[in-house]
């Protein structure tokens, strides 16, 4: 089993709000598609990202407000799962409720393991 | 304090004894059992604001929901601050969704949901009778976590004191913190052995508040009242609702309906053959007859069903005269085989001594083996008292008065000075 990492990219930036029924379904789907992973045991932490950030940039380590991008492909948070491949992840992700939004991204990266 | 505040506190008392043991049963799923601390803290949090906000704005609509949304955003709030120093561990998905924010409310929403409070209540009485927890710790960690009682509440009921209760409670603490023991119902193959050891407890529980060592009255109530509401959910509960739980939730019906003949208003033992049988709670007993047709399923006679039985017998016997005493000879001899004891053989005695008479009960006296359990009894020193009252009064009162010397309770010592008192 290797570790990916999942960057929820764009979709609908709404927070997670409990006060609106929009909100409260969109929990319930997250709800739903994590759930499946954990009860596969493949899912490991995650967590929405604050929309507001900093950027630290070069020898002059210069500091710049975020967002860094346009606001629809930016970074809003993070999930790691494990799977068998890249193939297995792919599959894995297409149940992210970010992609209900047709401008939502997962980015699905392989965590490195350390070399022995 | 006005009358308002005064009912809100009764009120309060009354829920939160049943309510506290659900909520930590709940927290302790949600933090693990080595945080049993945090989830006490929690409930303890929660009551304190529920007492002052329903003391300024009145009860809310449903009181016990109210307790549930509290603990539940203090649960939230505990979570959040601890989120990050979480290490991650793909082996506890439950923690994990606990643990992100994007499942967090939906997770905490599905906790609290009534059918999944009553089994964590439940789950966690497996938990705190363990095998591997001293039975005395069981005990007053089920009263101090699962029934809302203080230490000063469990000294004052097992006539102990708060250090050693406290004691008692750190070390089962202390167990749940090496061993992080999970909460769950027994598999299919091991529910009757544990079912057992939590029964046991249940009806310890039951028989401190049953039986007068303790002039409290509030106190014996209590006590019985909480050991009918956990044997009650055990009944409801479709994993644990086995022969023995109802035969053990017939035999504490049957014994709890005749609380208030057997106690009189000065805290004195009422004998059984000066009971008035007229306060008897007939509802009870025919609630508790219930129990005891639903206990009669399966292959399994256990000590319950026999002393639920001959309890039952006591009930229905209009007149003390009117006893049946060859059956609950029949149901003593049952129970003596099943399980030998010197407190069922010393039982047994005293049906005998009824029965048969003085002579008798000398004789099998004589002919025992080994009468070392019995010396060790009080109440086999009360029975000779009785056994030689009419013969020999001076060996009557010193019976009588060996016995006063094994028991702790102010109500016996009361009842045998009287005896000896109407032999002088």
């Known amino acids: 089993m290797k570790e990916y990492l999942f960057l929820f990219r764009g979709g609908d930036n709404r927070d997670m709000e409990t006060t609106t029924d929009a909100g409260q379904a969109q929990m319930q789907k997250w709800m739903e598609w994590m759930g499946g992973l954990a009860a596969q045991g493949k899912l490991g932490p995650a967590q929405p990202l604050e929309k507001s950030g900093k950027l630290v940039k070069g020898r002059d380590k210069i500091v710049t407000d975020g967002p860094y991008m346009e606001g629809k492909e930016m970074v809003g948070g993070y999930l790691i799962c494990k799977a068998a491949n890249l193939d297995e992840a792919i599959e894995l992700s297409k149940n992210c409720p970010i992609l209900d939004a047709e401008s939502g991204i997962v980015e699905i990266r392989e965590i490195q393991e350390l070399k022995r | ?424």
């Not at chain 2, 994990?96 to 409310?105: A, K, M, P, R, V």
């Not at chain 2, 053959?273 to 009669?296: C, F, H, P, V």
Request: charged letters at 20%.
């Open chain 2, 1 to 424: 304090m006005d009358n308002d505040s005064k009912d809100i506190n009764r009120l309060a008392d009354h829920l939160f004894r049943h309510e506290s043991g659900k909520m930590v049963a709940v927290l302790v799923k949600i933090f693990g059992t080595e945080n049993l601390q945090i989830a006490e803290d929690v409930v303890q949090d929660t009551l304190m604001k529920a007492l002052e906000t329903w003391q300024q704005n009145g009860l809310p609509e449903n009181p016990a929901a109210w307790l549930y949304r509290v603990a539940k955003n203090k649960a939230i709030d505990i979570i959040r601050r601890n989120k990050f120093s979480v290490q991650y561990d793909f082996s506890d998905s439950e923690r994990i969704l606990l643990q992100s924010e994007y499942t967090l409310n939906v997770v905490m929403d599905t906790l609290w949901t009534a059918e999944q409070v009553n089994d964590d209540l439940l789950q966690m009485m497996f938990a705190c009778c363990h095998p591997e927890i001293p039975e005395e710790s069981q005990i007053a960690l089920i009263l101090k976590t699962l029934c809302g009682f203080s230490t000063a509440e469990i000294a004052k009921s097992f006539l102990s004191n708060d250090d050693t209760i406290a004691k008692r409670i750190y070390r089962a603490k202390e167990f749940f913190r090496l061993r992080k023991l999970r909460p769950e119902f027994p598999g299919v193959s091991e529910i009757s052995g544990r079912i057992n050891a939590v029964l046991k407890t249940i009806y310890l529980i039951f028989n401190e508040g049953y039986n007068a060592t303790h002039a409290d009255t509030l106190i014996r109530k209590d006590l019985l009242d909480q050991a009918i509401y956990l044997t009650g959910l055990l009944c409801g509960n479709q994993h644990t609702q086995l022969p023995e739980v109802y035969a053990a939730m017939a035999l504490m019906h049957f014994h709890a309906a005749r609380i208030d003949s057997r106690i009189g208003t000065d805290g004195d033992i009422i004998l059984l053959s000066s009971q008035d049988r007229i306060k008897w709670n007939t509802s009870m007993i025919s609630e508790g007859n219930e129990y005891l047709n639903k206990a009669a399923t399966g292959d399994r006679l256990t000590s319950y069903h026999i002393e639920a039985a001959i309890a039952y017998e006591h009930c229905i016997a209009l007149k003390f005269e009117d006893t049946n005493w060859e059956r609950i000879l029949f149901y003593y001899n049952l129970l003596e085989n099943l399980h030998p004891s010197a407190i069922v053989s010393l039982n047994r005695l005293m049906v005998l001594f009824k029965l048969y008479g003085s002579a008798y009960v000398i004789n099998e006296i004589a002919s025992a083996p080994d009468t070392a359990g019995w010396e060790k009894n009080y109440l086999y020193h009360s029975l000779l008292g009785e056994i030689y009252a009419p013969s020999d009064k001076a060996a009557a009162i010193g019976h009588y008065m060996q016995a006063q010397t094994m028991t702790q309770s102010a109500a016996e010592k009361k009842l045998l000075s009287n005896k000896i008192l109407a032999l002088g």
